[in-house]
């Protein structure tokens, strides 16, 4: 499950149409995806609602949204999608398509920096058509107001000539739906967010959700699958559908090359100590900051900048990358005064905290 389961300032323009059906990163456990691994996931991608497996408010909810504009016979309300990498925003942009048995036009914010380039997608798109605007909050402000427009009125303003001189020509659009997703719903300004008639937000899975994301994936694959390693795959995904189907596959590579071929319980945790993923879903960045944190500086509080410096790595990566999920499990917390370690670090890492007032710091 891909997207199931950004660009920089220079890249240009693109989209991929899909017919009607008839920012690198090598850690195991983050939530990017680069090219490679999305044209890896593609084949393990739901193809309708009732195959998306887990967040079920927002799967009821859309589906009324769907079936009540497929029975009105007009285009359903433009869909905002937000919420962490990996959940399935994409995979569900296209089953929006499917299910409306319509085209789909895919690109992204960071592609578009003018106007223009936005106007030249819209007035290419044909009726019923879904727009999937992925990472939409870095649009550029002059194509996010044109966009305003287009949503609200199915219209474009082309404006001709230069200076005193330019004029504005109106041009009618077919109707069609824009389906946004963002992982910074913060970041969306009001006037774009409020033209979004339907608006969910996902959730990071259960275990035993993502349990069947694994089975389902592994049935794909064609590869056999115990339940216990399944549930071991599952308990060391961070709650993300991708995350798991990157570890499933790097399971079935060490059961290929050192085992059997079958995923049991000893090859899964065999494959992820190999990549160095522990029982909590952490990576070698992850335990190199609490690491830091616990004995160089005696649990914090300490700054980000020094804390990226013991581990080696810029301070944005810290923050981005590894902080986010130390910080959701309890084991880092942020404090006015810098990153401290919670009690569960010191448990994780089966060190003993200092007696409170013996810190570094304290």
């Known amino acids: 499950m891909a997207d199931a389961y950004g660009a920089d300032d220079h890249e240009e323009l693109t989209t991929e149409r899909i017919p009607a059906p008839g920012g690198d990163d090598p850690s195991l456990v983050r939530s990017a995806a680069d090219d490679l691994e999305r044209a890896a996931e593609a084949a393990l991608r739901p193809r309708r609602l009732e195959e998306f497996v887990g967040q079920r408010v927002v799967r009821e909810q859309l589906s009324l949204v769907l079936q009540a504009a497929l029975g009105r016979g007009r285009a359903p309300d433009h869909v905002l999608l937000s919420g962490p990498p990996g959940l399935g925003k994409t ?4 089953i929006i ?12 914010g960071p592609a578009i920096q003018h106007a223009g380039d936005l106007a030249a997608v819209l007035s ?12 939409i909050h870095r649009l550029a402000r002059p194509a996010e107001e044109l966009l305003y427009v287009a949503m609200e009125d199915f219209r474009v303003d082309v404006v001709v000539g230069k200076g005193a001189g330019a004029s504005a020509i109106p041009l009618s659009l077919p109707p069609f739906t824009v389906v946004g997703a963002t992982t910074r719903a913060g970041l969306l300004p009001a006037p774009l967010r409020d033209r979004f008639g339907f608006t969910g937000h996902l959730d990071f899975y259960s275990s035993e959700e993502l349990e069947r994301v694994l089975v389902r994936s592994a049935g794909l694959l064609g590869v ?7 549930a071991e795959i599952a308990g060391r995904s961070r ?6 189907n990157r570890l499933l596959r790097r399971v079935r590579d060490w059961a290929q090359v050192r085992g059997d071929g079958t995923l049991s319980l000893a090859a899964a945790r065999a494959a992820l100590e190999v990549y160095e993923v522990d029982a909590l879903g952490l990576d070698r960045l992850d335990r190199a900051v609490l690491t830091a944190l616990c004995t160089r500086f ?8 020094t804390l990226a410096v013991a581990v080696g790595e810029e301070p944005e990566t810290v923050e981005t990358v590894a902080e986010p999920f130390l910080v959701r499990e309890g084991l880092v917390g ?5 990153r401290v370690a919670m009690p569960g670090a010191w448990a994780h890492l089966g060190l003993t905290p200092p007696a409170a007032g013996n810190t570094l710091f304290g």
């Open 91 to 94: 995979t569900l942009a296209m």
């Open 97 to 108: 398509a499917a299910e409306l048995g319509a085209p789909l036009r895919v690109t992204s």
């Open 124 to 135: 290419s798109l044909d009726e019923g058509e879904v727009l999937f605007l992925d990472e």
């Open 224 to 230: 056999p699958l115990a339940a216990d390693a399944a």
């Open 239 to 244: 709650g993300t559908p991708r995350i798991a």
């Open 298 to 305: 005696g649990g914090g509080p300490v700054g980000l900048t």
């Open 334 to 338: 942020r404090t006015p005064r810098g």
